[in-house]
């Protein structure tokens, strides 16, 4: 199969909805003749023009109220917030307008939207562009929550994503942009709230979030020369949350780990966890049940200090010998 | 604490001719509109009646006194258009013609209720009527209207939404940016502030360091109107040309309703902050006696559409309280689409 970026896998995704679907239309700010920040929208206000590649004001509270105003009357609108870390500017309109509305309104409106964002550290960009906020999203009923780990992943789940007729919190992450993986050229959906078995193995059970399905991956081939065969379980959506997998593999392998880039304190690892324990799963643990997070500081700007703020595949490693070898 | 009385005087910046006006819209109208005032008011007192006899589960903000605003904006609407209002929206609501039954089913937590007894008094919607709802943020209703007015650009469709909000979403930053995308794309969409002079305690003179609030709308290019609030035709008038100026595409215009709420800001208000004296004079610019006087009323015949009023009223009370309460089996429901 042919092979794209991931960022180029999002454009594909973002293209083909809107050729097909006229209400589909981006709103954000610099998408148009910029391309977008990291380039998910270049070229597409040349193929789709001005009326609907919309260039903002640097005005997220305005982005998230416009996609709002828009789903509620018959659009299904891409908002792009520049870095996640902006999002916060957004929080009233995504949290208590978006995600509330239908509920509040007896389930007699809808409001179909994606809020695309790129989180994550690893660019030197420091404390203020590099958040993982995804966790604050999760908690909030009426929001859907979607983390793309590959490309194939980023554009079936972007595709369902539009088409799902509910606010979507759409997380990327910048250092997997320029990552490739096979993509098809056509069309495709990979349904919201269906978690992905990225590899199989009978020792132990990693669930991953994003780039750190990536660094799992290269962990278990380090780990599979030892002797230890892991399994990575990708949530891929993170609310609505697919836990079977999770917990059918955890049965299997009475180890697990958790693994994300976002502080551990009140991040996503600990639902997992949660979810683990109150399982059947509970009766199958041959170890604690452990995440491996971000570390409980903002992220720095120095290059050395920003690589060990965040999990890297030799800490993965490392976590995971412990785990199986009973020394923790 | 103010001690001075705050009677301002409100002028016009259009002009407002009520014989034209009267002519123009004609005396069945003219009565209705008043009709629909004497609702508001009835609802209202009765929503207070049903509180002070503990029948109400949550509180409720009143807006007794603002009449004028909601049935002056909305009847200068066109059938289609939208409604984005805020938390003190009992009001527009009525008069965007919803149905009080229902609206009191909803007051009163019931499943009959617009919104099934979820939303209560302050999320009241119908989005069947393209009411998009009341809001309990303040000027949360504000970048919502920037892309209902994208999308009615985008579907040509010629709609036109009123966003109403207070004098205290005039200070939040989310109202800065909402006028700006608004005008730098020619929304058709119309700003009005209703201005009922009190964001919760804090008076307007303490809270903006300029005279009129439709001053702001210079910052953004668009027009900007003030007119009295407790003038029914003045504020027909004034969202009347900014509506038109909306669906010609030529952008919203930012209007402000100068009003004066009768009561406090919600139930649990002891109106420390003002003095009776203030509200007392304020009562004398009642806007459904200044309507009933300019059509020309008696005492005796005003009475009758208040009596009317309060039949409705009474109606809905009846089916409200015959309708049953949210099964608890449902209370997952309506989360997702």
């Known amino acids: 199969m042919r092979e794209i970026t991931y960022v180029e896998a999002i454009r594909e995704a973002l293209a083909q909805k809107m050729a097909e679907d006229p209400t589909v239309f981006l709103i954000g700010e610099d998408i148009g003749i910029y391309g977008g920040a990291f380039g998910a929208t270049a070229g597409l206000i040349e193929q789709f023009g001005e009326e609907r590649v919309i260039d903002t004001p640097i005005s997220e509270a305005g982005i998230a109220g416009a996609c709002i105003g828009a789903a509620l009357t018959g659009m299904r609108p891409v908002g792009e917030i520049q870095f996640m870390d902006f999002v916060t500017l957004s929080m009233e309109q995504l949290v208590l307008q978006a995600a509330k509305i239908r509920f509040m309104f007896g389930g007699k409106a809808k409001v179909p939207f994606v809020l695309r964002m790129p989180g994550g550290s690893g660019t030197g960009a420091a404390a203020q562009h590099s958040e993982s906020l995804e966790n604050w999203f999760v908690h909030v009923p009426g929001l859907k929550v979607v983390m793309p780990s590959t490309p194939y992943d980023a554009k079936g789940l972007l595709i369902a994503a539009i088409e799902d007729d509910n606010p979507v919190i759409f997380v990327e992450h910048k250092l997997l942009y320029k990552v490739k993986g096979p993509v098809p050229e056509e069309m495709y959906r990979i349904p919201l709230g269906q978690s992905h078995i990225v590899r199989e193995g009978k020792d132990l059970t990693i669930v991953a979030t994003s780039v750190m399905v990536q660094r799992a991956l290269q962990a278990a081939e380090q780990l599979q020369a030892e002797g230890i065969e892991v399994e990575i379980i990708d949530p891929r959506t993170l609310r609505p949350l697919d836990d079977v997998p999770i917990i059918r593999s955890v049965k299997k392998t009475g180890r697990a780990l958790v693994v994300h880039e976002a502080v551990k304190m009140g991040g996503f690892g600990g639902e997992i966890v949660a979810r683990i324990v109150e399982s059947e799963a509970f009766d199958y643990l041959e170890a604690p049940v452990r995440r491996l997070a971000g570390l409980d500081i903002p992220i720095p700007y120095n290059r050395t200090l920003e690589y060990h703020a965040v999990p890297q595949v030799e800490n993965i490693v490392e976590e995971a010998r412990k785990l199986v070898k009973g020394v923790y | ?337």
């Open chain 2, 1 to 337: 604490m103010s001690t001075q009385p705050n009677l301002m005087v409100i002028e016009n910046t259009i002009p407002v001719d009520h014989d034209q006006l009267l002519t123009e819209l004609g005396r069945d109208q003219a009565l209705d509109m008043l009709a629909t005032m004497c609702l508001i008011r009835a609802f209202e007192e009765k929503a207070e009646d049903l509180f002070a006899r503990g029948m109400v589960h949550g509180t409720m903000h009143l807006s007794i006194g603002q009449e004028a605003v909601a049935v002056g904006a909305t009847r200068a609407m066109q059938k289609g258009d939208y409604l984005l209002n805020h938390h003190r929206g009992h009001g527009h609501c009525l008069a965007w013609g919803s149905d009080v039954n229902l609206m009191m089913a909803e007051f009163l937590g019931k499943e009959t209720g617009y919104c099934r007894g979820r939303g209560g008094s302050m999320h009241i919607a119908n989005v069947e009527a393209n009411n998009l709802g009341a809001n309990g943020i303040v000027g949360g209703g504000i970048p919502i209207s920037v892309g209902v007015g994208l999308s009615i650009k985008m579907r040509r469709t010629h709609q036109v939404c009123l966003t109403i909000f207070g004098d205290g979403a005039a200070n939040e930053g989310a109202f800065h940016e909402s006028l700006n995308m608004a005008s730098i794309w020619d929304l058709p969409v119309v700003y009005l502030c209703e201005n009922n002079q009190y964001a919760m305690s804090m008076p307007m003179t303490k809270a903006f360091n300029i005279e009129r609030i439709s001053q702001r709308a210079c910052a953004y290019g668009i027009p900007g109107i003030t007119v009295d609030g407790n003038d029914v035709l003045a504020v027909y008038a004034a969202v009347r040309q900014a509506a038109e100026r909306a669906r010609s595409g030529q952008g919203p215009t930012l209007v402000e309703a100068v009003t004066y709420r009768w009561r406090g800001h919600s139930k649990s208000d002891r109106q420390a902050y003002r003095t009776r004296e203030e509200v007392k004079a304020w009562q004398q610019r009642d806007p459904i006696r200044r309507f009933a006087g300019l059509l020309g009323l008696s005492e005796q015949e005003l009475a009758v559409y208040i009596s009317e009023a309060q039949r409705k009223v009474e109606a809905a009370v009846a089916f409200a309280q015959a309708s049953p309460e949210p099964d608890v089996s449902t209370i997952l429901e309506g989360v997702y689409a």
